[in-house]
């Protein structure tokens, strides 16, 4: 038939259009997809925020009411203050150049200035993971920046003036937690490209709290009468319930730090319950058995200890490898907060450093044991246990040296500037009156 080549050809033509018209929808659907903006999911978006918040509770009001149950009533408002401006303090700080010096890319210790002031930072932009905002981000490690220096407090509570206080908040974000922090989590940091795991602030947060706490108990000099007046704590009931809600606000420090609500999350969320009843009853049984009787402070103690000792292993152990770490944190620290701490005679007010920097270490070397996969953890490429419990060992003896140097030069600089103590007359009036003009309690 004379018409059956040209509808052929005709055939053939749309066939061939139709083939171009679907590889050009493949090329720009292509393209398309790889210029897309990454979209936040939105239940880890809401357990980050959830995270978030339960990081803030632990600081203000849970360490708050932990610290000022320890010291004696007379400085228990100050202890308030001094918990609370610091955390405010350093929130402020960590949008004008913490986030930034921590969390973008510069050199293996430190990074640069390109998001200060929260620069190139915008409700539509996600994290490095991309599943979550990227101010939720900033907001989940600016509760860790505001609590860690605020931790260290404790150590040389009750004998250190307000501005003295604020001014080591101010110097040691800068000098010390941003250079840590940006080592351990950021990409191109030393530590995490030497292979150092911490999950939730093993080496960032508790280390580097206890050794700046142990320098400045140590450079501030011990309480007036320490060793002759009577310093027990005020109220263990207050300390009872900032412990509480310590334990309560760590869920989010510790399983948050999975940054989505997944398996990893739920594994931190049970090493941090397991872990610190394990802690608590560790240090009561050493305390029953050495003193004769189990403490309420002891026990809390030893929740404090256990949630430490399972921080930098939470998402990447197993339950029983949380147990253990929990069991050895526990003993460990009630040693030096007793033994230690009495045969060097340094006045650590709320044993920052026997259980904060001891605990730290503990589960930070600890977790390159725990996390092999052969004990129960989740495993690491080319794990090898001597290796990696010798990162951890790099790691701890960075953060301890970094930390200890500069805190050292920041007391004696501030030492040598504004004062680090009150005179002697108004530290035995205490704090709540001469700093504050105020008092805890009026009866």
């Known amino acids: 038939m004379t018409f059956a080549h040209p509808v052929r050809a005709g055939l053939l033509s749309a066939a061939v259009g139709l083939a171009a018209i679907a590889g050009f929808a493949d090329m720009a659907l292509a393209q398309a997809t790889a210029t897309a903006p990454a979209v936040a999911d939105k239940g880890d978006t809401a357990w980050m925020l959830t995270s978030t918040l339960l990081v803030l509770l632990m600081i203000v009001p849970g360490l708050a009411l932990f610290y000022g149950g320890l010291v004696r009533s007379k400085n228990m408002l100050s202890v308030l203050t001094q918990v609370l401006a610091v955390a405010c303090l350093s929130m402020l700080m960590w949008v004008a150049i913490g986030y930034s010096l921590a969390f973008t890319e510069g050199s293996p210790f430190i990074g640069g200035f390109a998001k200060s002031f929260l620069a190139g930072v915008a409700k539509d932009t996600v994290n490095s993971g991309g599943t979550i905002p990227e101010y939720v981000f900033f907001a989940f490690q600016m509760t860790f920046a505001s609590i860690t220096p605020a931790l260290a407090l404790g150590a040389f509570a009750e004998r250190t003036k307000f501005s003295a206080t604020l001014l080591f908040a101010l110097l040691w974000g800068i000098l010390v937690y941003y250079p840590i922090a940006h080592m351990v989590w950021q990409s191109d940091g030393y ?27 140590l450079i501030v000099g011990k309480r007036v009468g320490f060793g002759k007046d009577l310093m027990a704590p005020h109220s263990l009931t207050l300390t009872f319930t900032g412990g509480a809600l310590l334990w309560i606000g760590w869920f989010g420090f510790n399983a948050g730090s999975a940054l989505a609500a997944n398996d990893v999350a739920a594994l931190a969320l049970v090493n941090t319950l397991l872990a610190t009843a394990a802690a608590a009853l560790s240090w009561m049984f050493v305390e029953w058995a050495a003193k004769g009787k189990a403490s309420l402070l002891g ?66 070397i600890g977790t390159g044991v725990f996390v092999s996969a052969s004990l129960g953890g989740v495993g ?3 794990y090898d246990m001597a290796t990696q419990v010798w990162n951890q060992i790099v790691a701890v003896i960075i953060a301890i040296v970094w930390c200890g140097v500069i805190s050292a030069i920041i007391f004696k600089v501030i030492d040598l500037t504004i004062g680090l ?15 504050h003009g105020e008092r805890a309690y009026n009866m």
């Open 299 to 364: 026990t809390v103690s030893g929740v404090i200890a256990g949630l430490v000792a399972i921080t930098p292993a939470a998402g990447l152990v197993g339950p029983i490898g949380g147990i253990v770490l929990g069991l050895v944190g526990g003993a460990v620290s009630f040693f030096f907060c007793t033994t230690v701490k009495n045969a060097f005679g340094y006045d650590d007010t709320a044993d920052v450093f026997g259980v904060h920097g001891v605990a730290g270490i503990v589960g930070s």
């Open 421 to 435: 103590r009150p005179a002697t007359d108004a530290e035995r009036e205490g704090l709540d009156i001469t700093d």
């Open 380 to 382: 690491v490429e080319n």
């Open 191 to 217: 530590l995490m490209k030497l292979g150092a795991l911490d999950f939730a602030g093993g080496t960032v947060v508790h280390i580097n709290a206890g050794i700046a706490g142990l320098v400045g108990a």
